[in-house]
């Protein structure tokens, strides 16, 4: 059993930046790794993924203000937020995909406000 422990969320400024963290457990490979995202009142939408080649997309209102990375070692993925907007303000979920099974972490709050 795959279990994700998500850190690094909280309140930022306008134009700040946070980084999130995603750690998984009880794997030892994750053939995909991302986050997604769920705005109040909104569906939940995919932010970045990234693959074992290192691979990534990204959704196109976070292109150049958002990094993804990963650390195969520590089966971990990162989330670099950058120049951060009101509109980022949700819950982001980490979504890891190892041996077949998609797995979802708790949840962390991204609130974005002066």
């Known amino acids: 059993q795959v279990q994700l422990v998500e850190s690094g969320g909280g309140l930022v400024q306008p134009g700040g930046s946070l980084r999130l963290s995603c750690a998984a457990s009880?794997?030892?490979?994750?053939?995909?790794m991302g986050w997604y995202r769920r705005a109040p009142g909104k569906e939940r939408e995919k932010v970045a993924v990234?693959?074992?080649?290192?691979?990534?997309t990204y959704a196109d209102s976070v292109k150049g203000r958002f990094t993804i990375s990963r650390e195969n070692a520590k089966n971990t993925v990162y989330l670099q937020m950058n120049s951060l907007k009101s509109e980022d303000t949700a819950i982001y979920y980490c979504?890891?995909?190892?041996?077949?099974?998609?797995?979802w972490g708790q949840g962390t709050q991204v609130t974005v406000s002066s």
């Open positions: 990234i693959n074992n080649l290192h691979t990534t």
């Open positions: 009880g794997s030892r490979f994750s053939l995909a």
């Open positions: 979504n890891v995909f190892s041996g077949g099974t998609y797995y």
